[in-house]
């Protein structure tokens, strides 16, 4: 990739269990939380953390409700983190193809 | 975190295509599918809202206008659909989105396989009830395709469209009688439940595609195999179709074997094979449709608590869901009609949209799933609605039904069932 700029990689996304968050929600549009932890299996709490990182990115939208009696927290991507996790792919992308 | 994310494969040409081209996915597989709906939306709308007003003579065509209006609106469309495959033709969605374009995509095809067979014989029969029925049954398959994607992107608006689709199913029932006024509802539900809804995602996708101002917070990472890794975990992660697990295996087993029984009992019967008294007839009327409830039943009280492991099967099963709403409203659409109309007929078109929903929903299937076999079961759905078309009020017609509901319905039922039990072993 032609530019390729190494300092470029969104530390909000950076890590395993955020990017897996991100590429999760790019594809799905939104998700439950037991969903995520079941899909990129993590633990409750650590899960909880990065969502909040990325929360604070303004990178997904975090909405608390009720499903009959029982709590529901669902994860919606939002169009500031959609652009930051194309951003992100393009740069590890160029890395791959400049190294290999 | 994951036994298979750490599989370096990503470094492939093809593989990283694919993880390049799937970020942007999403909001250009919208922005696709807002498109399409918009132009169909407007152009058949306008059409519908013309033919209302001819209908009750505000207006009048003369003949060479007439054939222009009849086919005008579909040479843009076909523009549209042309230019939307070939911008689309390398796209590479995670299996959520490549789900979501497919049932969409398979709206289309339903479309083709509704306008052939019932063309066909409203046209063989010289019946305008017929055709009429083909707006009902297709905003029914719109209705589905709304609530499958209301159900994968969790998001209210297109439940509501939905929603609507529905409600106007029911109307162009109730109206049928009164053409004018159904022409009138059906172009009003397509600018609004179509064209309208179509721009609104269209406006998404550019909102969500837009360069957003501003840098993120940075770090260095120089590794390449590092980035080899995170890109074959995401990967894996958002395009395994074997992921997509899909539920109802023993519903599909039940069903197929129960009414495929009763149909070729009733084949039998029509075609002098075996004579049944009244008393069996209504046994064979009644009995599978019992038994299938019975099933039913149990089967959403033992998965009550069951949710969906990840997107691809959410998606899958949002649309099979859809097949199975659209064919309830399908019920309501030819048991009135026929009832209605005093004509047997009608009621036999009934299976023939049966076969291409079930088709639809394994349209869906082959896609997400990117396997052969659910390809051949809805390759073998819509081809078996078309035979029935063919062979309609004929014993030949029950018959071919009850091959279609063991081979199409109850065998890919028993399949699933043990993919299944293999998972849980």
Known sequence: MSGFDVNRLDDAIHGRLRLGIM?????????DFNELKGVLEATQGNLSVHLSKLEDAGYVEIIKGYQGKKPLTRVHITPAGRQAFARYIEVLSGLVEKRS | MGRVFFKSRASEPADLAFVRSFAGEGPRA??????????????YGLQTL?????????????????LWLAIGPTLPFLAVIGYVAWRDRKGKGGVATRALTASYTSAGLMNLVIAVTFGGLALSRQSTAIWLLYPAVICAMQGAVWYAASLIRRRLWLGIVSAGWFV?????TLLMSQVAAYLLWLGLALLGLMAVPGYVMMRIAAREGAVTKGEPATGAVSDPQAAREDLAFIQTLVNRGDQVQMSGGLLLLCGGLLYGLQCLVHGLDMSGGIRLPPLGHLINGVLPTLLFLIVLGIVLWRDRHKTHANAGSRALNAAFG??????LFMNVVF????????????WMLYPITLCALMGAGWYVAAVAKRKLWPALVCAGWFATACLLAARVETPGYLLILSGALALLMALPGYLLMRFDARRSA
């Open chain 1, 23 to 31: 590429a999760y929600l790019a594809d799905a549009g939104a998700a």
């Open chain 2, 335 to 346: 048991g009135y009609t026929a009832f209605t109309q005093k004509t047997w007929l009608i």
């Open chain 2, 30 to 43: 919208q922005a696709s599918a807002g498109l399409v709906f918009f132009w169909a939306g407007l152009l």
């Open chain 2, 50 to 66: 013309v033919y209302a007003a001819i209908e009750a003579h505000w207006l009048r065509i003369v003949p060479p206008f007439g």
């Open chain 2, 322 to 327: 859809g097949v199975g709403l659209a064919n």
């Open chain 2, 168 to 172: 106007t199913t029911l109307a162009l």
